[in-house]
């Protein structure tokens, strides 16, 4: 006989406990994989899960097994034309007589290993240890949330909070303080009245007995009806009191050059810098607001769409991104409360007057609020091997320079391709050491 | 679904069992007595009580790369397993397997919700008929594994593995379990017979076993190197024979022997390779009938079939696509297309099952010419479970691969020398050729031609207490170099001092290579020592 059990509704994914595990094995590997993905992505890309190739001698399972070599002998189907005693010459990629298949059945040749990567994993693994540094500030004046606990006991309070259990203890205190009689005695009379009442024929001593029984009787019912069982002064309530929670609020700003000096491929480059951060953002912090500032000679603020995808060209004056900056702080980032963050990406070229209210904005207004400023230069192939390796730059860049030494909260990085983005992106973030 | 009521015996021609390719429970259980009572009483199979599983193609995935097994502890590898598998069936590259059975009793097979009731009814006759009885009846199965102890022995496992990593960390077990598993090939048992299992009784010893550990030490280990006296030398050296004798060497079975005599792996340990090894033994038959499984199980589905259509219970269409996917499975590529994957055992399997049914009832000059014994004696039920229940792949080829087969697949010898940049052909499909394609053929099978004869051979037990293992090479065959390094160190790992490799031409019993020495104190092993 069968037992037909349906199964589908089970718990599925039992894999994925092993799935994890795997994952964790594999984690060095994997994330030197995912690395190096990154930079192939498109930056629309970048956000999405990743196919993830890394070799297999890293996670392999290692078995005593034959290789090739020594005296075999085999036998296949599917003879056409040989007879004894024939020589065939073997085929260069070693399989002898025929197509052999190439790969291993359990993928453990010498193919890499090619899996898929789900989003969030992959940005796990991704952005696995940076973080904003000084992430200190709390707010100090405003506490928005707050938070119940329970302290003890008190007089007044809402029917929902009542303590059942003091309650009746206080009133069992009262009540046996003021004597209040208990059922229990009026129970012992009364059968012995009713008894005495249905009867006709009572003599004096029987009558006398009824009388003070009557009497007893109604003293006790008047005694009860006078102390009340629970009186409002028993009642205790629940008392929960109020904590504030602090709350770290952080907000970044993000300005980026869009003038016409930036050409397609260093505006591609910052888009992708920001891409990165704006990522990063969102999977590391909930409450992190971001602004997007994007400048030509003007500055504005814009949407996320905007700021990715517009196509804007114009001069450059950078200090107006600054200022915009600035006046969105005011109007909706009180400084005591917010922890700020700025990251700039330019090509280091400015209207040749602004670069020094640049310096004065970001010295005396922009830095001392901040909790980290970064600025990224962008540079190409040519000038990377001019500036890339000493610590010269564009005019923004030899503007800013004294402001590094300064400032311990200010950082500055060139970028010249791809590969260098993600680089430069670690050393800006890099988990300080506690 | 119209099922008209039938009143009379079973002269009539009965009505379908099902029409249309959507299944529901009733008809499940309607097709599945109909299957069972061809089972019993046409081909007298003897089989498990059957629990049949309907799952969903995702659960298929995960019961796939568990090794199929229903319970099964977690590691890494089979996450690793799981992630690949899942990326071919997202591509297509590979279907899913549509019947996945265990060899326990009750016997569980699994069934995809997606498949027609036409698949359904194969695959019941298939896992559920097919299987089920090879399991229950072949010698070997019967021998080594203990099909009713199976499923709560890995019940156990599973958990006790999830005890130890938290008692111990993940880590810790991994390690353990990573190097169980290199050696799971060399974990079995394989010539000594050792008493029909009973998993449930080993449970209850194993704790007492636990206490007896730690409660002694093993003697063994009591020597210390020291420089002797000349007169004490002779004493010490007798001493030692004993010792020697006491271990059993030469030992096939490397983890049992490391799981009884490693002198620095705590309880919990031993008890984890006891877990890995029990478990490859379970699957050890396995591996040495798969011609005969399915071959066996494909003839139970295509006979019973067969006979279902024939009774008017299933109609053609059924019929016609239950073919459609029996002639996929026993496709057998030649060499040269690029479809070649190796020997399909369906294929053979199923050939060769239904040439034995040819040769009992139908049998020509030739047949009686090579299978006197079984030629023309018309009772091929019984002669193909006999076949069943008493050999394995290697013996069943043997004695039953008849030359007709070998002609219908031309099948070919030949052999191929290292030093020879040419293969040369032996035999072929012709009078002269059959035996020794045979042979050859069998020999294929031998599960000693496929895995490394590999065992321990001594330990030094004065000296450095470096364990020796000697490598049996046949006709200059070598092991995988990186492979062979990979796990020796695990080895080294798990008894916690120096272990080689040599490599002994068993022929001529020159030693041809010996793999290096570490000691333990260098690297990989992580363990203290527990005296």
């Known amino acids: ?434 | 679904m119209t099922k008209k009521a039938t009143r009379r015996k079973a002269s009539r021609p009965k009505s379908l069992l099902y029409d249309g390719s959507e299944w529901d429970f009733e008809t499940m259980q309607r097709t599945y007595a109909a299957i069972e009572e061809i089972a019993r009483d046409d081909l007298g199979l003897d089989v498990y009580p059957n629990q049949i599983e309907i799952i969903s193609s995702e659960q298929m995935l995960d019961a796939y790369c568990s090794i199929g097994m229903p319970l099964m502890y977690q590691h890494w590898s089979f996450g690793k397993r799981f992630v690949r598998e899942e990326e071919l069936y997202r591509k297509g590259y590979q279907g899913l397997a549509y019947e996945i059975v265990i060899n326990s009793s009750p016997c569980i097979s699994y069934y995809m919700e997606e498949n027609t009731m036409a698949m359904q009814t194969l695959v019941m006759a298939h896992a559920a008929f097919g299987h089920n009885h090879f399991f229950k009846n072949n010698y070997l199965f019967q021998q080594w594994t203990d099909a009713e102890g199976i499923l709560d022995y890995l019940e156990f496992a599973k958990h006790y593995i999830a005890d130890c990593e938290e008692r111990h960390g993940t880590t810790a077990v991994e390690d353990i379990l990573d190097a169980a598993h290199a050696l799971m090939d060399q974990g079995v048992f394989r010539y000594r017979r050792s008493p029909k299992p009973n998993l449930r009784e080993q449970e209850k010893r194993r704790r007492e076993r636990e206490a007896y550990y730690e409660r002694h030490y093993n003697d063994l280990w009591r020597t210390l190197p020291e420089t002797k006296a000349d007169e004490e030398a002779g004493a010490d050296e007798k001493e030692l024979a004993e010792r020697k004798k006491q271990l059993k060497l030469p030992e096939e079975n490397i983890l049992y022997f490391i799981q009884k005599n490693s002198p620095t792996l705590e309880v919990w340990q031993r008890e984890l390779l006891r877990i890995v090894r029990n478990i490859a033994q379970y699957f050890y038959p396995q591996k040495q009938t798969k011609v005969m499984n399915e071959g066996c199980a494909t003839f139970v589905h295509h006979y019973i079939t067969s006979k279902l259509f024939d009774e008017g219970l299933i109609s053609e269409g059924v019929l016609l696509e239950i073919l459609h996917s029996h002639s996929n499975v026993v496709a057998q590529p030649s060499f040269d297309d690029p479809r070649y994957s190796g020997i399909n055992p369906y294929a053979l399997g199923f050939a060769m099952m239904q040439d034995i049914k040819r040769i009992c009832t139908e049998p020509d000059e030739e047949d009686r010419a090579w299978f006197p014994a079984i030629a023309g004696t018309g009772d091929w039920r019984a002669i193909l479970k006999d076949a069943w229940a008493n050999y394995r792949d290697e013996s069943f080829i043997k004695q039953f691969l008849s030359p007709k087969l070998i002609r219908d697949f031309k099948l070919f010898r030949f052999t191929d020398d290292t030093k020879d940049d040419h293969v040369t052909v032996r035999e072929i499909h012709n009078e002269r050729g059959y035996e020794e394609v045979r042979n050859a053929l069998a020999r294929s099978y031998e599960i000693s031609a496929v895995e490394p004869d590999i065992q321990i051979v001594d330990v030094d037990l004065q000296g450095d207490r470096e364990l020796v293992l000697r490598h049996g090479v046949r006709n200059d065959v070598p092991l995988a170099d990186k492979a062979r390094d990979d796990v020796l160190a695990y080895v080294r790992q798990l008894w916690g001092y120096g272990a080689r490799l040599e490599g002994v031409d068993l022929e001529s019993g020159k030693t041809l290579y010996t793999s290096p020495t570490a000691k333990a104190a260098d690297g990989d092993a992580a363990f203290d020592m527990t005296f």
């Open chain 1, 1 to 434: 006989m069968a037992h037909l059990i349906d199964r589908r509704l089970n718990p599925r994914d039992k894999s994925l406990g092993n799935r994890q595990r795997f994952l964790r094995r594999a984690r060095a590997q994997i994330k030197e994989a995912v690395d190096k993905a990154i930079n192939d992505r498109n930056v629309a890309d970048v956000g999405t899960g990743g196919k993830i190739s890394i070799p297999s001698r890293g996670i392999g399972e290692p078995r005593f097994r034959h290789a090739s070599g020594g005296r075999r002998e085999r036998v296949l189907p599917g003879n056409k034309e040989f007879v004894p005693g024939d020589r065939i010459a073997k085929p260069q990629d070693g399989a002898a007589g025929g197509a052999g298949k190439k790969g291993s059945d359990q993928g453990e040749g010498e193919d890499d290993f090619v899996f898929a990567l789900t989003r969030d994993e992959f940005l796990d693994l991704f952005f696995d240890d940076l973080e904003l540094p000084d992430l200190v500030k709390t707010s100090l004046k405003e506490t928005f949330s707050y938070k119940s606990y329970r302290a003890g006991f008190t007089n007044s309070g809402t029917p929902a909070n009542l303590n059942v259990l003091r309650t009746m203890r206080n009133s069992i205190g009262r009540r046996i303080a003021m004597r209040r009689p208990i059922v229990a005695r009026l129970e012992e009379l009364a059968p012995e009245i009713e008894e005495l009442q249905v009867r006709n024929d009572l003599d004096i001593a029987l009558q006398r007995r009824l009388a003070e029984l009557s009497l007893e009787y109604e003293e006790l019912e008047r005694r009860r009806a006078a102390v009340p069982y629970i009186d409002p002064i028993d009642i205790r309530y629940n008392r929960f009191e109020q904590r504030p929670q602090p709350k770290t609020k952080a907000v970044m700003f993000c300005l980026m050059d869009v003038s016409g000096s930036m050409g397609q491929h260093e505006k591609d480059l910052a888009k992708r810098f920001f891409i990165l951060l704006h990522l990063f953002l969102q999977r590391r912090y909930e409450k992190v607001e971001i602004v997007f500032i994007r400048h030509t000679h003007q500055a504005q603020e814009v949407e996320e769409e905007a700021f990715f995808y517009g196509q804007e060209t114009g001069g450059t004056v950078v200090s107006t991104a600054l200022k915009e900056m600035l006046q969105v702080i005011e109007a909706r980032y009180p400084v005591a409360e917010w922890n700020i963050y700025g990251a700039q990406a330019s090509d280091g070229d400015n209207f040749s007057d602004d670069t020094g209210r640049c310096i004065d904005l970001l010295s005396s207004r922009v830095l001392p609020i901040c909790q980290y400023y970064a600025y990224v230069e962008i540079l190409d192939q040519r000038e990377f091997q001019i500036f890339g390796s000493s610590n010269n730059g564009k005019e923004l860049w030899r503007g800013y320079q004294p402001l590094e030494t300064a400032w311990p909260n200010f950082s500055m990085k060139h970028i010249a391709e791809v590969g260098h983005i993600y680089p430069v992106f670690r050393e800006l973030f890099a988990k300080q050491s506690a």
